[in-house]
């Protein structure tokens, strides 16, 4: 199978093109497509996964459905009959990893929550005993379940790394109001999220969302609860005071620490077991999930 690492399209503009996304601007909308490009560290890595964009899109949409009825989302239509043309006359290339999507203005802030203690957050905890300037109780470990989920907001950076910022940061960018339903939102939805995962065996540990606002609605966009966007467990698996063997991007990511790499693009190509690893992994995560 044959990785799709971008996308060209006779006759459309020419897209934007993200770490992984390949957004074609059609006036007040969008269509977004998900291709197989990996990213790790904010850099694009020389491998792609095949399928990759296809399983995200899935597990987008199942989570898009689940959280429907706490906010608006910007989902018009996965189905390329639906799609303008000249996409619709690329039913091979876009089926599966494409939405029509309505364009909103993208608040610039990445809308983290945590609901356990890993990566930055545990690095920083280990540091300060707080995280992102919320104050933890002591006696936390790595991979602690936290007492309640909490709201770490970044920058979202045009380039290169995302930055930690406070909350009275998050309200100068986003505006006061604004900021507190962001919170409210990230916070809602990872709550439903969670017992929905943990009724799977899956532990959703953190992860990262992004919202637009519409005709002055704030909406949610880009891609919801994927293996790129947040951080799964299997709950049978999981052992507090240590990292955890993890669903998501983990494995690319460790094996990429293990290299001598200085996180600047160019980043080093990956072994092939690897990405076969991390691939069986995208499949498991999109199985457990979306099985009734
Ligand atoms: N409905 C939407 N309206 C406007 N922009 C959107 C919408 N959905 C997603 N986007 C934007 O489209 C891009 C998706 O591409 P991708 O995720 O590959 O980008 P990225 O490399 O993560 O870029 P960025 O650093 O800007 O998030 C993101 O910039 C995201 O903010
Ligand atoms: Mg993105």
């Known amino acids: 199978m044959k990785a799709i690492e971008k996308t060209e399209i006779e006759g459309a503009p020419a897209p934007r093109r993200g770490k992984v996304r390949d957004v074609y601007d059609l006036g007040d909308k969008l269509l977004i497509v998900a291709t197989d490009r990996v990213s790790a560290f904010d850099v694009i890595l020389p491998d ?3 399928e990759k964009g296809k399983m995200l899109t899935a597990i987008s949409l199942f989570w898009f459905r689940q959280t429907e009825d706490i906010i608006e989302n910007h989902i018009i239509s996965t ?42 957050g545990w690095k920083s905890y280990k540091e300060t005993g707080s995280v ?20 770490t907001p970044s920058t979202k950076a045009a380039e290169g790394h995302d930055m930690n910022i406070s ?7 986003a505006g006061t109001k604004e900021a507190g339903m962001l919170k409210d ?8 999220a969670r017992s929905i995962a943990l009724k799977k065996g899956t532990i959703i540990a953190d992860t990262k969302m992004e919202f637009g606002l519409l005709d002055g609605r704030i909406i949610l966009i880009d891609e919801l609860l994927t293996p790129d966007s947040s ?15 993890s669903f998501d991007k983990q494995i690319i990511r460790d094996a990429l620490s293990a290299m001598d790499w200085d996180m600047q693009p160019p980043a080093p190509r990956l072994p092939e077991e690897v990405l076969l690893k991390a691939a069986a992994r995208y499949k498991d995560i999109l199985k457990t999930l979306t099985a009734c």
Do not use: M, N
């Open 132 to 151: 992102c300037g919320i104050k933890l109780p002591p006696g936390l470990k790595e991979s602690s379940k936290l007492p309640v989920p909490i709201f």
């Open 167 to 173: 909350f009275e940061e998050c309200e100068r960018t």
């Open 231 to 245: 951080r799964f467990w299997s709950v049978e698996g999981y052992r507090e005071g240590v990292g955890q063997d």
């Open 48 to 50: 792609a996964i095949p």
């Open 185 to 192: 939102y990230t916070l809602k939805i990872y709550e439903r």
């Open 79 to 120: 189905d390329v009959s639906d799609f303008p043309q000249p996409f619709r006359a690329h039913r091979e290339l876009l089926e599966g990893r494409s939405i029509l999507a309505k364009k909103a203005s993208v608040i610039p802030v990445e809308c983290i929550v945590r609901g356990y203690l890993s990566g930055s």
